[in-house]
C-alpha cells in the first residue's frame, strides 16, 4: 500500500476559513495585537449538529487540525471541538504538565457543554490528555460516555522514557523516524501548506506572495519561518516530555473504546493494550482499526474507516 499523503484534494471553504482564522491567531501572538476576551483552547471543527459533541485533545504538535478529515468523515450531523496545545499559536507559555493541560482544557469543554454526558478522545498523545481529563471529570461527579482512545492512552513503564538521557532520545528519535518513515512526501505546495499548518508553521497562500514583496517581504518570512519551526519542535519535545512524565491512576468511569492499528493489536506484549487494560479498569473495548499510526489522520480511506468505527461507538455511547 502507497504511504499516505496529507491533504490530497483541495481545501474545502470550511476548512480555509478554519486556516485563515488560526493563522490570524498566529499572527496576532507574534505581534503582540489584543485579541478581545481570552482564547479558549477549544477549536470548531463542526460546530452544526444535534447530536453530543465529540472533544478530542490535539496530539503532541499541538493542533487540532489534524482532526479536520475525520470530523468531516463523521458526519454534517456530529460536532466536533479540537483542544489545541497552549503555545503553540496564542503567545502563551507552553504547559508542561499533563495536569495542568487537563485544568485549562475542562475550562473549554464546559464553555462548550457544561454538564455531561461527555464524549472524549484523542489520539496518539492526545489518548494520555483525554485519560486524565475523564478521570478528572469522574472524579467530580461528571458522566463521561465514551473514552475514545485512537491509537493512543496510557501505558505502564518501570522505566519511563527520559529526552535528556541520550540512549532514551536515541529510542524515541528512531520511534519518530519510524513513523514519518511511513509517509509519502506531500506532492504539491497546497498538501505542504496543510501538513505544515497542522504544526503550527504558517505558509503563505502561494510561494508568489514572498516573491512579490521584494528583499524586505522574503526576510521577514525567513525570519518568521525560523520562529514558528522552532516553536513547532518546542511544543513536540514540551509534550512528548509532559506525556513521559505522567503518572497515571485507574479509571472506572463509563465505556472506554481503544482503535488500535493491527500491526500490534494481537500481539499479548504491546504496551498501549496492556496499559489501557491496567488503568481502565470499567468498561473496556479494543478495536483493530485500519492503516498505521500516521495514516490514521493522513490517508482518506483509512480515515474514513477510523470515522465508521468511531462514530459507532459514539451513537452506542449515548443510546437510550
Not at 489518548?127 to 469522574?138: Q, S
Not at 506484549?269 to 493522513?298: K, Q
Request: aromatic share 8%; charged share 20%.
Amino acid at each position: 500500500m502507497d504511504r499516505p499523503s496529507p491533504g490530497a484534494q483541495a481545501l474545502s471553504p470550511v476548512k480555509q476559513r478554519l486556516l485563515e482564522q488560526l493563522r490570524g491567531q498566529q499572527q496576532a501572538a507574534r505581534t503582540g495585537t489584543p485579541r478581545g476576551r481570552a482564547e479558549l483552547p477549544v477549536v470548531a471543527l463542526n460546530a452544526e449538529g444535534d447530536r453530543v459533541p465529540f472533544f478530542c485533545v490535539a496530539p503532541a504538535g499541538g493542533s487540532p487540525l489534524c482532526y479536520l478529515e475525520l470530523a468531516r468523515a463523521l458526519g454534517p450531523d456530529q460536532p466536533f471541538y479540537g483542544f489545541q496545545s497552549q503555545g503553540l499559536l496564542d503567545g502563551k507559555p507552553m504547559l508542561s504538565s499533563v495536569e495542568d493541560m487537563v485544568t485549562l482544557y475542562l475550562q473549554g469543554l464546559r464553555a462548550v457543554q457544561p454538564a455531561g454526558p461527555y464524549l472524549l478522545g484523542g489520539w496518539s498523545f492526545g489518548g494520555i490528555v483525554a485519560f486524565e481529563m475523564a478521570r478528572r471529570l469522574e472524579a467530580e461527579g461528571e458522566k463521561v460516555a465514551l473514552l475514545a482512545l485512537l491509537d493512543g492512552g496510557v501505558v505502564h513503564a518501570d522505566k519511563p522514557l527520559k529526552l535528556h538521557r541520550p540512549r532514551d532520545l536515541a529510542l524515541w528519535l528512531m520511534i519518530l523516524g519510524n513513523y514519518v518513515s511511513k509517509l509519502k512526501p506531500p506532492t504539491s505546495y497546497e498538501e505542504l501548506r496543510v501538513l505544515a499548518q497542522w504544526v503550527g508553521v504558517s505558509l503563505p497562500l502561494s510561494p508568489r506572495e514572498n516573491l512579490q514583496g521584494g528583499v524586505a517581504s522574503q526576510w521577514r518570512f525567513i525570519r518568521r519561518m525560523g520562529h514558528d519551526l522552532l516553536n513547532a519542535v518546542q511544543m513536540f519535545t514540551t509534550n512528548t516530555r509532559a506525556g513521559s512524565r505522567y503518572v497515571p491512576g485507574p479509571y472506572g468511569g463509563g465505556r472506554v473504546a481503544l482503535l488500535r492499528t493491527p500491526q500490534d493489536v494481537h500481539v499479548e506484549a504491546d504496551p498501549l493494550i496492556n496499559g489501557v487494560r491496567r488503568y481502565c479498569t470499567g468498561e473496556l473495548e479494543i478495536y483493530e482499526t485500519p492503516g498505521s499510526h500516521l495514516a490514521l489522520m493522513m490517508d482518506k480511506d483509512q480515515v474514513e474507516a477510523l470515522a465508521k468505527q468511531l462514530r459507532w461507538c459514539l451513537e452506542r455511547a449515548v443510546a437510550p
